[in-house]
């Protein structure tokens, strides 16, 4: 089957460093996507890793290990804005990204 | 750029009622749609697949005769909500991705609706 398993809640301080573990058991890979959801909205797109290593964006960064099935989401600076849900979104065979529960992140000033 | 509108953004109805649900690609063309739902705290549940000009495809446990989606061209799906019910109420959210190949299958996401069925 398919699944995925990322913490259910994180708690960070502003203006620390937090990362945001996730592994996946998909059929068939075609990327890893990380959004943010904010509570009451959809998701907004934050990056996509198709190969391995580290992607960094900004504040954000994220990496892929293919082998075994594992992504993080590396958020710096934390922001009081940044308390939010962090989906971790592989996509299969067919495209069809699978969805987990995502991790809930509490900033604490 | 790749937005994409839903209206309404919220819905109250009664039991019975229908209700339908528009999903807009405001800046580029989308060959595929999507719909999703999601209960509270839960993760986001795939509801259907939809290409422009053909039928969608169900998730397994969706039915189709209830939620019937339409998408009648390259920038925009409908998805009704027929006879609702109190526990269809839900946040309701497409997504669309972009005809072009480039842009890696990326879905760009609606902002959402909020259904509730009295």
């Known amino acids: 089957g398919q699944n995925i398993d990322q913490p259910t809640e994180m708690t960070a301080t502003e203006g620390a460093i937090v990362q945001i573990n996730c592994t996946y058991q998909t059929s068939g890979f075609n990327g890893l996507f990380w959004y943010q959801q904010h509570a009451g909205e959809a998701p907004t797109f934050l990056s996509y890793?198709?190969l391995d290593g580290l992607e960094e964006k900004g504040r954000f960064s994220s990496f892929l290990s293919r082998s075994k099935g594992y992504s993080y989401l590396l958020l710096k600076e934390l922001q009081m804005k940044d308390s939010a849900s962090y989906l971790c979104?592989?996509?299969?065979?067919?495209?069809?990204?699978?969805w987990g529960a995502g991790t809930k992140l509490i900033i604490k000033p | 750029g790749a937005v994409v509108s839903q209206h309404p953004s919220w819905v109250i109805c009664k039991s019975g009622t229908s209700v339908k649900i528009e999903c807009r690609s405001l800046d580029f063309q989308a060959t595929t749609m999507f719909w999703y739902r999601q209960f509270p705290k839960q993760s986001l549940m795939l509801m259907a697949t939809s290409n422009e000009g053909s039928k969608a495809t169900y998730e397994q446990g969706v039915e189709k005769d209830k939620f019937l989606i339409n998408h009648a061209s390259l920038t925009l799906s409908t998805l009704t909500v027929t006879s609702a019910h109190p526990e269809d109420s839900s946040f309701y959210i497409c997504?669309?991705?972009?005809?072009?190949?480039?842009?890696?299958?990326?879905?760009?996401f609606g902002p959402g609706t909020r259904l509730t069925v009295l």
């Open positions: 979104a592989p996509m299969d065979s067919n495209y069809q990204l699978i």
């Open positions: 997504s669309a991705r972009s005809i072009l190949a480039g842009d890696y299958n990326e879905q760009f």
């Open positions: 890793n198709v």
